[in-house]
């Protein structure tokens, strides 16, 4: 049974840092890429960053400069360190495995002083 639990959201002032995880079971999660995505109340899921098997990067303009992505295959974990926080971040954040499709359950992350 494919799992991927999201942790780490929360609410966070504005310019404020949070960090997601996404602990992946019932793969083989070094074999593939991972996403994360967001879904904003009203708006339609987004993609935030991906990471290939190898590490190569790719981020929305959004979060270009502010987030970063990372995995640790020992960990069979996906990481999104956000900072530089801004209110339109707010947020549903899930994480996705690219090639298998899988879906976690979310974790919501609210930005607002």
């Known amino acids: 049974q494919v799992q991927l639990v999201e942790s780490g959201g929360g609410l966070v002032q504005p310019g404020g840092s949070l960090r997601l995880s996404c602990a992946v079971s019932g793969i083989i999660f070094r074999f593939d890429g991972m996403g994360w995505y967001r879904q904003a109340p009203g708006k339609q899921r987004e993609m935030v960053a991906t990471?290939?098997?190898?590490?190569?990067?790719n981020y929305a303009d959004s979060a270009k400069g502010r987030f970063t992505i990372s995995r640790d295959n020992a960990k069979n974990t996906v990481y999104l360190q956000m900072s530089s926080l801004k209110p339109e971040d707010t947020a549903v954040y899930y994480c996705k495995t690219l090639s298998t499709g899988y879906w976690g359950k979310g974790t919501l992350v609210t930005v607002s002083s």
């Open positions: 990471i290939t098997v190898s590490g190569w990067t």
